[in-house]
């Protein structure tokens, strides 16, 4: 997404700017600082006020939007995956190929440098960090997870969707954060070939 | 790594303790202690200095032993593994078995909570510290996954087997530090039973 054009402005404490604008622009103009800020401090040293500076917004407009900063976190993962958009698709195609688009679908986002960094981010919060683990968890992986485990016809769904997601993040770690060899440089058309029968198998049958 | 059989050596270096002896004792006191400063302080924080006074023995003899504090760490989580002793067994057996033996045997390591601790310790440094990701990438990985490598009669097994391994992590994180649910109130066995078939299909054929 590419931020709101609508130019500098002045920033005013207390209630929204009449300035900085709201509306859309606005709120992906924040969800933007905050993948930022989360992605460069981590979670525990990104603030709500830190992340309206960035944005040029009041730290109100935040709230506004978004509530606490749990729930900004939980959006700025979002935007990562861009569920709304994605994964109708993902998951309204042949059932045949769901592990194939799948597994695209998260490497793409893995390996893309600008959504990268914030789950990189995430992940190393929610190791260290109880409350950034409770968001991941609760807002997180719930609402991806629960929305693929509904698509699926199999027993367990949201256990299997969660197996897909655990190798997932586990490739994710050894790739980008430990980058252990071959995986590290492998094409990864090659991994989300070997991978893409994992996941059909978890999400479609035995 | 079962300890040396060396006995116990005069020691040359330092003052090494006059209580707490040499030989195999001191060199599995050692590595207990390491692993249990590594769970508790992480990598950043841990010293050879800290973990030779949690061993009762001298800095110099840990040196002696294990070299680095690098290799005192690789040493430590390879502990855990007990590869030596087990990877035999699992590597060893009916071929068309090695997904469930290998699943079983990284599910009990996890579920292990002295060895649980520690590894933990190593995935939080690791994605925190550039050093302990190079630790973790050099020797244990490379030494483990290796080891299994070198069994396997399949095209590109090192990556294959790092495909296993990511399953395996990714499910830790998962199940013991996010701990989303279902999956981390699950029936190890019934995790065995979905994870056991990928690894088969990995390490044993297309």
């Known amino acids: 997404m590419t931020p709101g054009a609508e130019g500098p402005s002045p920033r005013r404490r207390g209630r929204p700017s009449r ?3 709201t509306g859309p622009d606005a709120r992906t103009r924040i969800l933007e600082a905050a993948r930022t800020e989360f992605a460069e401090r981590g979670y525990d040293k990104t603030s709500v006020r830190g992340i309206a500076r960035a944005a040029g917004v009041d730290a109100a407009l935040v709230h506004h939007y978004f509530g606490t900063k749990d729930e900004v976190f939980a959006a700025a ?3 990562s995956f861009e569920p709304a958009l994605v994964l109708p698709q993902v998951l309204g195609g042949p059932a045949d190929g769901l592990g194939e688009r799948l597994a695209r679908y ?3 986002v893995w390996e893309n440098p600008v959504s990268r960094a914030p789950l990189l981010a995430i992940l190393r919060s929610a190791l260290t960090h109880e409350a950034a683990a409770k968001v991941l ?3 997180v992986l719930r609402r991806l997870l ?3 485990a509904a698509e699926l016809d199999v027993p367990d769904p949201t256990f299997r969707a969660e197996l897909a997601a655990s190798h997932m993040i586990g490739i994710a770690m050894l790739r ?3 980058r252990a060899e071959p995986l590290a440089s492998t094409d990864p058309e090659k991994i989300i070939g070997m991978v893409a029968p994992t996941l059909q198998r978890y999400l479609s049958d035995g």
């Open 19 to 21: 300035t900085a604008g």
């Open 176 to 178: 980008y954060v430990i």
């Open 137 to 139: 968890r609760g807002f």
């Open 106 to 108: 998260f490497i793409g």
């Open 146 to 148: 629960e929305r693929i």
């Open 77 to 79: 993962i979002e935007l």
